[in-house]
């Protein structure tokens, strides 16, 4: 953490709102998540309505979010971003006002609406932050900055939400959480010009078909996320096996599932911390290692006699995870032209929220026919699984490009993306050189 390089881009006014911004977007992500979800079950008394709701905030959001990004993406940010956010807030003010007069239909469409809102605000966001930072050299950089808060906030935001629902009721944090969206889009209203890739012209329309062809052209690109998403499948696969695994398999209680949670989120946090330390190292060996890092920790718990074990591995799984997705992102950022970045984004983080849904329903389905323990040996194995297809698919050395940010058109750099280095000749057919 002492490295200037990795301090450059909190030099930046600008980046330091937006790297406060996205930190406190997922705290409040994760305030919505556990006010909704207690809203639900508490008046629904329904497993399948919570489970509604967690469709609700991931598959349609993923539908929506690419549309709303290729619509949103030729204004200038310093407005857009503001302008969703002041949207997320209000949605939260309306659930508020659902919650004393509850509609599940009513709570599943703001629910939605607001997920939506919250995948196309991180693509811009991540969109900036590569315009700003990427032609000085200072990306991977701002990305850890930007993943240590991100992973912060995913290991204090659900205790966090958990004792404000507690404490103040659900209404009340439903309003915290808006009155949270609005206090981001004063920070990013406030913060001076931000910087935009020029996108393409033409209707939304075209712009959402020239980025969904731009991601199918690019080889290595398209590989990357394919496996992105094939990975998130298996890495949720355990998330509602976890209570029943420390209950009825380890015996622990509700303290014993907390502090599983908790190993696993303190080990995001010190794979955060890993990740701006090891900068320096090339993405493929960070996703290689990271990867395998996950794999370890869920077979580590499918094998764990006893919690303290399952702590263990739970933390090696943890660090594994803080690791991989700033560093996947990174890598498709990397590999991604200035004008494409948005739309680009939209699509990797849409994954990121509907992939899940179909993880919770393969953990579930394989829990019940075998036991919780078996649907951590289900993800473990997957992901190696995953790891050991996917590595000779993108061990592949892209041709030197030119920079395509302004200002860095002299620059040019060979981009790895890769699992393990190439090995003379296997290495697979490159991506077509991109140019600015």
Known sequence: MSSPRLRDPLRRPVFRRLALSYAVNELGDWMGIVALSVLVFDQT????????????????????????????????????????????????????????????????????????????????????????????????????????????????????????????????????????????AWIILTAGHLPQAEPDSGHMRERLVAGLAYIREQIALRRLIIAEATALIFFAAVIPIEVIYAKDTLGVGDSGYGLLLASWGAGMVVGGIAFAALRATRLGLLLFFSTAGIAAGYLGMAAAPELTIACMAAAVGGAGNGIWWVAMVSAVQ???????????????????????????????????????????????????????????????????????????????????????????????????????
């Open 45 to 184: 008394e329904s497993a399948m309505a919570t489970a509604l709701l967690f469709v609700g905030t991931g598959f349609l959001p993923a539908m929506l979010a690419p549309i709303l990004v290729a619509r949103i993406e030729q204004p200038p940010p310093r407005l857009v971003l503001p302008v969703l956010y002041c949207a997320e807030a209000a949605a939260f003010g309306t659930l508020a006002l659902v919650a004393s007069n509850f509609s599940l239909p009513a709570v599943l469409v703001l629910a939605t609406l607001d997920r939506a809102l919250a995948v196309s605000a991180r693509a811009l966001t991540r969109a900036v932050v590569a315009a700003m930072l990427e032609p000085h050299g200072e990306l991977r950089a701002g990305n850890a900055i930007l993943n240590i808060g991100f992973t912060g906030g995913a290991a204090l935001g659900p205790g966090i939400a958990g004792l404000v629902v507690a404490s103040f009721g659900i209404q009340s944090a439903l309003l915290l959480d808006g009155v949270s969206f609005y206090l981001i």
């Open 334 to 436: 990397e590999l991604t032209t200035a004008s494409m970045q948005a739309r680009v984004m939209s699509v990797v983080e849409s994954l990121g929220a509907a992939m899940p849904g179909i993880g919770y329903l393969a953990g579930g389905v394989v829990a019940t026919i075998a036991e919780p323990r078996a649907t951590f040996l289900f993800a473990g194995l997957g992901v190696l699984g995953l790891l050991a297809i996917a590595t000779p698919l993108l061990a592949a050395r892209l041709p030197g490009r030119t920079s395509v940010y302004a200002g860095n058109a002299a620059e040019e750099d060979e981009v790895m993306v890769e699992l393990i280095p190439a090995v003379g000749p296997n290495s697979i057919q490159s991506d077509r050189e991109v140019t600015s």
